[in-house]
């Protein structure tokens, strides 16, 4: 693996208080990092940083281990973004997206080629000659995408790039922004604040909030082990529970959370408290008390909520140890049950994630 | 009185008036040679006033706004006393010549032309200049993309600089003089004409020339306003 682009000691300051604090971040040739967390958490802020378009307070940005900065021209003509609010040009959709490559002085004829390529990318083709003024808002932010897919970068930057694009749009465009990252070997750095889009599009995943990296790791290290209670809020591990290991048999725990007695498998001796966090995905549901022992851990409650999130159904389970659960909708047909109905919830040891408390 | 002053301007266009014609256009001259130079100065520094962040930048802001406000007789006193005989520039024998009406006029117009420029482009929303950074541009291509964006207000800005120079009097009156030489125009514009047939009482003559300096002041904005919103939509 070879890190192109990394962050060092981040740092910037805004009216006297530290808005954004990143001790380390770093981009690898042909991956997709995805940068995420909720709006105002500073996710734009460090792509700006990193991308060079802003200097920062302290800290420095290193492309292939050396030192860039803002004004060093070279250093920017190896990077493009597509920043969140689509900003086009006045005029037709090819000078826009033709525009990174003249100003970098390619030939016209090449121009027109990588222009045509981008667009097609994006869906657009047969595009060029419109008026960026007749593009809907879907339209506008593809064209934005294609002006910085046109300049064929080392290091792609893009800020939300499929927020306004249509449904229907969404998946393969973000399908071939994923193929073009592999197919030029890029480093790509993508920003959302929407979970589904990062676990779907990254290779490497960094979480971000109020101003600071909270973690960043492989993308499916980070959303099965989140590092602490904002982290697995994130990722949205619903499920974080405050035990207490009682025993560890050679990496079988069992813990206690309130009377309630559950078993996780970790490395962390006894005595030790923790958090356990447990995605919604890994937890069953059963309309009856369940008759085969696995999973061990399973309480009796009172389905407090059920929110249907289309395709799938999210329950909230209030009980011994509160729980939510996310299954299928026709499971959820199945287990026949409506709010105020009792219902068993529990997951598998090997589902737990344990976390020391600090 | 309207009226009349409306056939005698027609007359005088339509004989072919040697003298209207020549001060016309020798009205013409000035004011576009003027705005030319205003132009080369003032886009560039309204450009880099709204582009760019530099120690100073308030203070000389400032300036120029003030400078939007510059009396046109003080500009003209000033190039007076430079170029008069035992003015700094006095060598030049400049004096009374349509160059030292040039002179005069230029720092009426830059500053117009600067201050028009930096507002607009400042108006611009951030995120060009971000967008157009995040795609590799130097400072130049910067500048030049967000000029272009700001195309029409540029347009207005020049066309105000055009407004300043053309119906500009008490500047050129002292630097220029109102001459003929020998019968012919010299140093004469439209509104030093009309200065001074008003006060020789040619009421008649005054008012012709009052309205062609209208006329052509439309007839330029009507060129300017179509150059304005070319290319566009709608």
């Keep these: ?358 | 009185m309207i009226p009349q002053a409306l056939r005698d301007a027609f007359r005088l266009i339509f004989e072919g008036d040697p003298y209207t014609l020549s001060v016309i256009w020798f009205s013409f001259k000035v004011a576009f040679a003027s705005l030319a130079i205003a132009v080369v100065i003032g886009l560039p520094v309204g450009i880099l006033l709204g582009t760019t962040r530099f120690a100073g930048r308030l203070g000389f802001l400032t300036l120029v706004n003030a400078a939007m406000g510059l009396p046109p007789v003080v500009a003209g006193l000033v190039t007076f006393m430079v170029l008069r005989n035992n003015g700094v520039l006095g060598d030049a024998q400049l004096l009374f010549t349509p160059a030292a009406m040039v002179l005069a006029q230029v720092p009426l117009a830059a500053p117009l032309i600067a201050g028009i420029t930096m507002a607009s482009i400042s108006a611009l929303p951030a995120a060009i200049k971000i967008q157009a950074r995040g795609l590799g541009a130097s400072r130049l291509q910067e500048a030049k993309i967000l000029a272009g964006q700001a195309r029409a207000s540029l347009f207005a800005a020049v066309i105000a600089g055009f407004g300043a120079t053309i119906s500009e009097v008490g500047a050129i009156l002292i630097t220029g003089g109102n001459l003929l030489v020998g019968g012919k125009n010299y140093t004469r514009t439209m509104t030093t004409a009309i200065v001074l047939e008003t006060r020789l009482g040619n009421f008649s003559r005054a008012m012709a020339f009052a309205v062609i300096l209208l006329f052509a002041i439309l007839i330029v904005n009507i060129l300017f306003t179509r150059a304005q919103t070319a290319g566009r939509a709608r």
């Design chain 1, 1 to 358: 693996m070879s890190i192109l682009l990394e962050g060092a000691g981040l740092r910037r300051t805004y009216r006297r208080t530290l808005d954004l604090d990143v001790p380390r971040i770093s981009a690898q040739r042909g991956r997709v990092l995805v940068i995420m967390g909720p709006s105002g958490a500073g996710k734009s802020t460090l792509l700006r940083l990193l991308a060079l378009v802003e200097k920062p307070d302290q800290g420095q940005i290193l492309i292939a281990g050396q030192p860039a900065k803002p004004h060093d021209l070279k250093s920017r003509r190896k990077m493009a973004s597509a920043m969140q609010t689509a900003t086009l040009f006045r005029g037709t959709v090819l000078r826009n997206v033709e525009w990174g490559l003249a100003i970098r002085r390619v030939h016209k004829r090449l121009r027109l080629i990588r222009s045509e390529e981008a667009l097609a990318l994006v869906g657009l083709d047969g595009f060029e000659s419109r008026d960026v003024a007749e593009l809907s808002g879907g339209e506008a932010q593809r064209v934005n995408l294609a002006r910085a897919l046109a300049v064929q970068p080392e290091i792609l930057f893009l800020d939300e790039p499929l927020v306004y694009v249509d449904e229907t749009m969404r998946e393969s465009l973000a399908l071939a922004l994923r193929k073009f990252t592999l197919r030029t070997s890029c480093a790509t750095v993508w920003v959302t604040h929407d979970r589904a889009e990062a676990l779907g599009m990254s290779d490497d995943l960094a979480l971000v909030s109020d101003g600071r990296m909270l973690q960043q790791g492989e993308t499916m290290e980070v959303f099965t082990k989140p590092d602490g209670l904002q982290a697995a809020r994130l990722v949205g591990a619903d499920n974080v529970i405050a035990a207490t290991i009682t025993s560890n048999d050679d990496g079988l725990a069992k813990l206690k959370a309130g009377d309630a007695d559950i078993e996780a498998t970790t490395d962390l001796a006894e005595g030790t408290t923790v958090y356990l966090v447990v995605r919604p995905e890994e937890v069953s549901v059963w309309g009856a008390a369940p008759q085969d022992s696995s999973p061990r851990n399973w309480f009796k409650g009172v389905l407090a909520e059920v929110i249907s999130l289309g395709a799938t159904v999210k329950l909230r389970v209030d009980g011994e140890v509160p729980l939510v659960a996310l299954i299928t909708q026709p499971t959820f047909r199945e287990l026949g049950v409506t709010a105020g109905d009792p219902i068993w919830a529990g997951f598998k040891a090997t589902a737990v994630h344990v976390m020391r408390r600090s």
